[in-house]
């Protein structure tokens, strides 16, 4: 039996738009596990339940790209 074709992962594309500075220190090492830290970063990562909790605890410093 041949085996089905491998989904390519879903992700999502996030954009830094706000620095971190004067934000508590949680927020800031949210945004480096997304892989930003500097602003108009772009990050591509994989849509997940972890991920789109991370983008939400810090939905004012960035947005999703479509």
Do not use: C, F, W, Y
Not at 2 to 26: C, D, F, H, L, N
Request: hydrophobic share 40%.
């Amino acid at each position: 039996m041949a085996k089905a074709p491998a989904k390519a992962p879903k992700t999502v594309t996030i954009q830094q738009v706000a620095s971190p500075q004067r934000r508590p220190g949680e927020q800031r090492a949210t945004l480096i596990g997304l892989g930003l830290n500097k602003m108009n970063r772009i990050s591509t990562l994989q849509d997940t339940p972890a991920v789109r909790g991370m983008i939400a605890k810090v939905a004012h410093l960035v947005r999703v790209v479509e």
